[in-house]
């Protein structure tokens, strides 16, 4: 069953209570109080901000792995070319990553997810991780599963207040994710499969901004 509710301001990640009334000849019907969400999925950011990977972009996106992987990135006309071969055992974790400029456009508290475009040349079920990682090295994390299997460009949106904290390799207890603090953004995979090599493309990283809740 489906009801357009309209016209209203909705945004994405919110709950919203909506009074439904009704009335029939001869009868008195009590009103209802229905409590939904909103589909994130039907959104569209409202303002976004560019964070590369482009030759033309001032952010630098550089390969960061476990100690035994052996991992590189290589920019190119059809976005970011990353390559990662594993051990067999141990830390089997590579990531994309990119500073947070000291700019006001990359102040990640004026925005609601980051999203990237991305397809994997390596058909594997594994994940696709967004890490945030805070000036006191404390790690926030969100996966999409099995983003690996798609050959396909397909565009992934993380949702900044769905990220938990990283407890097995961050430094003291959850605080909470503080957006001002974050000094890096990681995109990458930590390979569960067994998969020996990888090869995966990420283009067109951006913040992005979606309408408020009314006020």
Known sequence: FELPIGPARMAPAESYAIALRASSEGHRIAPVVAYVDADADGFEPTMTHSLGPAATDPHTWEATSGGNVDFAVELSDEGLLCV??????????????????????????????????????????????????????????????????????????????????????????????????????????????????????????????FVGPAD
């Open 84 to 209: 990662a071969g594993m051990p067999p055992a141990g830390d089997r974790w590579a990531m994309a990553s990119c500073p947070v400029l000291d700019e006001p456009e990359d102040d990640l508290s004026g925005y609601q997810a980051i999203s990237v475009e991305f397809r994997s040349e390596t058909p594997a079920a594994e994940p696709l991780y967004l890490i945030l990682i805070e000036a006191d090295g404390s790690q926030y994390l969100s996966p999409v599963r099995d983003a690996f299997e798609s050959e396909q460009w397909t565009r992934y949106r993380f949702w900044l207040g769905d990220l938990t904290f990283n407890r097995g390799v961050s430094p003291g207890d959850d605080e909470g994710l503080d957006l001002d603090q974050v000094e890096r953004i990681l995109i990458g995979s930590s390979f569960v499969t067994g998969i020996e090599r990888a090869r995966w493309w990420m283009r067109d990283v951006r913040l992005e901004f």
